[in-house]
C-alpha cells in the first residue's frame, strides 16, 4: 500500500460502519457462511450485470473463476457512474461499493427492473472480500478503485482511455469469515445456465482458470424459458406437442410462463422475480397454481365427456399439478423477499395479478389449441382417481392401527416398551437375519425394530395407491403411525422420534437406503422437516490383534489400525453384512446410545439454495430417464465417499 493510499480519509464515507456490522453479521445478508453463502457472492456481482441486459444495455457478461480463489466478473453494460456523488462528495464507484442500499439504481439511468435488493448485493460482496477492485469503462475513460475488507485504500483514479463500455468487478472472499473459499464450477454454471435462459438472447460465459488447461462454456438461449422447460423434460414422456407459452402485463407486473405435462408422478416447478430464483416460491407461484386449478376446472365443465368422468366433483391443485413442469418469470419494479437470499417472493398485490394474468392467457390457449390440452387433461383425471384410490387405501391403514396398539405385527415389529415418543427409536433393518441379530442385541425398553424383506418400490414410478399395495411399506406407514402422503400426516400420532435407517455397507444396502430416502422425502417429508430421520454407521472391519479388538467405519481407519499394530498376528474381519455380528457387536458397535456413531438427515429448511438441486437429484437418480442418470455417476463418482447426507 503506498503512503497516499494510507492516508487517505475514511471518515469521509459514513457508509463504512454499516460494512462493519455486515462483517460483524454476515449470515444476515448472505443467509450463510458456508459454500451456499461464498457462491452467492458471486450470484450478487452477477445480479446487478443482468441488470444492465434486462435494462437493455447488457449483451454479455463474462465470469472467470480466477487463481487463488478469486473471481472476475465482466459485463458490457453502460459502467457504474464515476462522477463525485452530490451528497457524499466522493466518487459515486466509492458509494455504490461501500453504502447499503445505494447500488446504481438511483439518479443516472436507474432501473425499472432489477434483481437486486436495492443495491444491498455488491457493497456487501465488497465488505465480505478480502480485497475487491473495480474497473469501469465509461464515457471513453477507465476508472479504478481497490478495497481492502471492504474500505478504499486510495480514491477512485482515471487509469486511461476507452473505447467500450462495461464494468469489471475482481474479488477474493475474506477467509476469515467463509467456512471455505473454494467454488464450485457446477454451482456457478448452474447459476449462469439459469440466467442465459431467463434472458432471451444474453450471452453468459463461464471460464475457469484455476488450472491449465482453462475450460470454458458459453450460454445463450434465443428461445428463452420454453428452451429451459424443454431441457427440464429431458427424455420425460410429453404429453402435448408443443410446449405451452404465454407472456404478458397487467400494472406495473411482466411475465413469462413455460409450461409442459408429462406422464412423470411429480411437479417440478422453478420460479424466478427479476431474474432472481425464488426456491421457496411465494405470491407468483401461488397466483399461477390457483389460475391453472380454477382455469382447466371451467374448460372441464364446458367438456360433457370430460365431466361425466369425474362423477360431479372437481379437480383438486394436487390433481392439475402432477406430471407438470414449469418455468415462471416475473419482472417486478419493487421486489420484497422473506430475507436477504431472496429465496420467497413476498408482494402481496403479485398474487392476484399473476393469477389474473395466468387465467387470461391460459384460457385463450385452452379456446385455441384444444387438441394440445385434452390429454393433458386426461392426466389429470387420472391423478383424480388414483388419488381417489389411495384415500381408500390410506383409510385401510389408518383402520389397521389398532393392530398396532395392542402389541405389534407378529414376526414384523418388535416394540419397545417405552411409549414416549421423544425417548422411542425405531431401527429400520434390512433382512430378517440382521433383524434377528438387532433384537437380542437392542435395549427393549426404547429400542423397536422393524426388519425390511428386500427393497421396497421406488416411490418416484408409482402412483399412491401402487405405493400403498406394497406390504414392506405398509407395513412401515402403519408402525411409523402419522399417516401417507405429506398433506394427510398428523405428527402428533408419530410413535418414535428417532427413525434409524440400519443397512449394509455394501452396493445393495446403499440402494435400499437410497429407497428409503427417496420414499420418507417425497411421501414423509415432516420426517425429514423435523429432523426426525438418521442414517447408522456400522463399522466395516473389526481388527483383532491379540487380545485387542478395535473396530473400523472407513478403509482409512482400517489402515491406521493395521499400521498401529504393524504384526503378523493383526487379523482384519470384514462385515459383508449386519447379519454377520452377533447381537453383541451389533450393540456395541451401531445401536448403543453412548457408542454409535449415527449421520443425521439434515433438515430441508436448513439446506437453501441446495434445495433444488436435491429434488432434481432425486429425479435424476430415481427416475426412468437412464441418460441423465449416466451423466450424473460419470460426473460425481469420485465424489460419492464424501457425499453430505
Known sequence: ??????????????????????????????????????????????????????????????????????????????GIPTGIHPTEKVSTIEVVMTMLHAGSKFGDGGYKISGGLHGVGVSVVN?????????????????????????????????????????????????????????????????????AYLNAGLKMELRDERKTPHKKEVFQFQGGIKEFVEKLLQKKQKLHKHIIFFEGKNDHLMGEFALAYTDSQSEQIFCFT???????????????????????????????GMKKKLAGTTLSGDDVREGLVAVLSVKVPEPQFNSQTKEKLVNAEVKGLVQQLVGDKLSLFL?????????????????????????????????????????????????????????????????????????????????????????????IKGNDDKI??????????????????????????????????????DIDGSHIRTLLLTFFYKKMRPLVDNAYLYIAQPPLYLIKNGKESQYAFTDAEKDRLVKKYNSDKTIIQRYKGLGEMNPEQLWETTMDPEKRVMLKVRPLAEMGKELAVIDRTFEILMGDDVEPRRRFIEQNASLVANLDL
Not at 473463476?65 to 466478473?73: G, K, R, S, Y
Not at 480485497?131 to 476508472?143: I, K, N, S
Not at 442385541?441 to 429400542?447: A, P, T, V
Open 1 to 78: 500500500m503506498t503512503r497516499t493510499e494510507q492516508k487517505y480519509d475514511e471518515s469521509k464515507i459514513t457508509a463504512l460502519k454499516g460494512l462493519e456490522a455486515v462483517r460483524k453479521r454476515p449470515g444476515m445478508y448472505i443467509g450463510t457462511q458456508d459454500a451456499s453463502g461464498l457462491h452467492k457472492m458471486v450470484y450478487e456481482v452477477v445480479d446487478n450485470a443482468v441488470d444492465e441486459a434486462m435494462a437493455g444495455y447488457a449483451h454479455h457478461v463474462i465470469v472467470r473463476m480466477l487463481p487463488d480463489n478469486a473471481i472476475e466478473v465482466e459485463d458490457d453494460g453502460r
Open 127 to 195: 465488505a465480505l472480500s478480502d480485497w475487491l477492485t473495480v474497473e469501469v469503462h465509461r464515457d471513453g475513460q477507465v476508472h479504478t478503485q481497490r478495497f481492502e475488507r471492504g474500505k478504499p485504500t486510495a480514491p477512485a483514479k482515471q487509469k486511461g482511455k476507452t473505447t467500450r463500455t462495461g464494468t469489471i468487478i475482481r474479488f477474493k472472499p475474506d477467509s476469515s469469515i467463509f467456512t471455505t473459499i473454494d467454488f464450485k464450477y457446477g454451482l456457478l454454471h448452474q447459476r449462469l445456465e439459469e440466467m
Open 274 to 304: 427479476n431474474g432472481i430464483n425464488n426456491l421457496l416460491g411465494g405470491t407468483h407461484l401461488e397466483g399461477f397454481r390457483t389460475a391453472l386449478t380454477r382455469t382447466l376446472n371451467e374448460y372441464l365443465k364446458k367438456d360433457e
Open 468 to 505: 400403498l399395495e406394497n406390504e414392506e411399506i405398509r407395513t412401515l406407514v402403519t408402525a411409523i403411525g402419522i399417516g401417507f402422503g405429506n398433506e394427510a400426516l398428523d405428527l402428533s400420532r408419530l410413535r418414535y422420534h428417532k427413525i434409524i435407517i440400519m443397512t449394509d455397507a
Open 367 to 459: 379456446e385455441e389449441n384444444p387438441g394440445e390440452i385434452k390429454p393433458i387433461l386426461e392426466k389429470c383425471i387420472l391423478s383424480f382417481r388414483a388419488r381417489e384410490a389411495a384415500r381408500k387405501a390410506r383409510e385401510l391403514v389408518t383402520k389397521r392401527k389398532g393392530v398396532l396398539e395392542s402389541g405389534g405385527l407378529p414376526g414384523k415389529l418388535a416394540d419397545c416398551s417405552e411409549k414416549n415418543p421423544e425417548l422411542c427409536e425405531l431401527f429400520l433393518v434390512e433382512g430378517d437375519s440382521a433383524g434377528g441379530s438387532a433384537k437380542q442385541g437392542r435395549n427393549r425398553n426404547f429400542q423397536a425394530i422393524l426388519p425390511l424383506k428386500g427393497k421396497i418400490l421406488n416411490v
